[in-house]
C-alpha cells in the first residue's frame, strides 16, 4: 500500500499555526536593523524642525537676483556668517546676502540659497562684510531643504511589521526614538542524533562521520532571525535523545533536530513526540526531505529534520524558517520565485514534489534567465547546495523537461518578498 505523503502547502501551513510570534523587547534603535517594528513611530517634532541649506552658498531672497545676468551682475553685501549649529540672528533685507553652510537654518527672509561656486567675490574673504555678485536669477526655494519635508510632528515615521534597515534607524532617531520595541529573536534548540557523529573539530574514527548538520543548522537559523543555541550530539539511545530534547523544550521557543537512530530514521524522535507530545505530521511529499517530524512537546514546537544535510537544508528552509520570521514578527512573505530555462534535460519518475540544488544566472547575450543543475542531487552533500543560489521547483508527478523548457526556480539567496 503507498505511503500516504501530506502536501507541502498543508505542512507549512500546521507549522504556522503552531508557532506565536515572540514576546516584546526594547533595544537600541541601531540594533534594530534588519529586524521588523512591533509598533508604530510617531515623529515628536518636524523633520527637519526648521528650513535648512542642502548646500554651502549664500542665502538670499530670489526677489533680488530678477534680471542677473553675466553682463548686468546683481551685487549684495554679506551681512552674517551661519555655519550647522548656529543661526544667524534677524532678518535678510533687500541687497542683503549671508554665507551659509550645509544643514543651517535659512535666515529669516531668505527664500534660496545660491551655491558658492557660481558665486563671485568682489571684495573681502566672501564672509561677512564682503560683496558679493551674481550673475543668474535663482528660483524661490533653490537648495533649500523645507521645514517637515521628511515628516511633521505627530506623523507615522514607520509602520509596525516594517523593517528597520540602517538608514531606517536614522531616521527613528531623527524622530526622536532612541529604543525601539521589536519581538525578541526566538531561541531555536539544535540537536545532532546519531552516534556515528563527532564534533567538527574531532578526526573522525572509522564509521565516523563529523556532525556538519548542527553547523548549517544553526547558520540557517540565525540568518532566519533566531537565537541559534546548540544542545550537543545524542547518540541512538532513547533515553538519550529525550534528555535533550527536554532541555531544549525547557530553555528553548522551538526545538529542531536533525538525524535519526539505528533501527531507521525518526523510530526514536517521532516515538518520544507521539509519547509525550503531540505528532501533527511525519511524511511530506518533497524530495529531499520526505521524512520529517513536527509536533508538539510541552507546548513547544518541535521539528525532526533528516540527517542527510541537503534534506535537512530544504527541510528547514521551506518549514522552519518561515516560522521563525513569523515569530520575529516579519510580514508573510515566500522566497521569490523566478521564471528559468533548463539548459539540460532532467527526468523525474517519483510522484513528489523535487527541490533540486541548482544556479540560475542571467545569460549576458540575450539577457534570459538559464537555470543548470547541480552535477550530483546527493542529499549528502552540502557543496552543491553552497555553490547553488536556488532550488529547481519540479512540482508532483512523474515528467521528463528538455533543455529550453522553462522552469520555476525559489531563489535561496534573495529575501523573501523581493521583487524580481
Known sequence: MAETLM???????????????????????????????????VADID?????????????????DLVGATPEAPVELEVVGHEAAGHVFEGAIAPGQTVRIMTGAPVPAGADAVVKYEIVDVLDGDGNEGSRVAFTAPAKMGENVRAAGEEAHAGDIVMHAGEVVTPAGAGLLSSAGCSKV????????GIISLGTELVAPGVKPGRGQIRDSNSSALMAEALDAGAEPVFFGIAPDDEAAIAELVHRAVAECDFVITSGG????????????????????????????????????????????????????????????????RKMRGFAPAARPVQRAVLTHGVRKRQDRRFFDRARVERDPESGELRVTEAKTQNSALLGTMQRAN???????????LAAGDVVDVVRVDVPEGTEL
Open 181 to 188: 520595541k521589536v519581538h525578541a529573536a526566538p531561541r531555536v
Open 261 to 324: 537512530a539505528s533501527a531507521g530514521d525518526y523510530d526514536y524522535v517521532t516515538a518520544l513526540v507521539k509519547r509525550e507530545g503531540t505528532v501533527l505530521f511525519d511524511r511530506i511529499s518533497m524530495r529531499p526531505g520526505k521524512a520529517i517530524t513536527f509536533g508538539l512537546i510541552g507546548g513547544k514546537p518541535y521539528l525532526g529534520l533528516s540527517g542527510n544535510p541537503a534534506a535537512a537544508y530544504v527541510g528547514f528552509e521551506m518549514l522552519a524558517r518561515p516560522a521563525i
Open 7 to 41: 502536501p507541502l502547502e498543508d505542512a507549512q501551513a500546521i507549522v504556522l499555526e503552531n508557532v506565536d510570534k515572540t514576546p516584546l523587547v526594547e533595544i537600541p534603535v541601531w540594533r534594530a536593523a534588519g529586524s521588523p517594528l512591533a509598533e508604530d513611530v
Open 47 to 63: 523633520i527637519s524642525p526648521f528650513a535648512n541649506s542642502a548646500m554651502d552658498g549664500y542665502a538670499l531672497r530670489s526677489a
Open 390 to 400: 536556488c532550488l529547481l521547483r519540479i512540482m508532483e508527478g512523474p515528467c521528463e
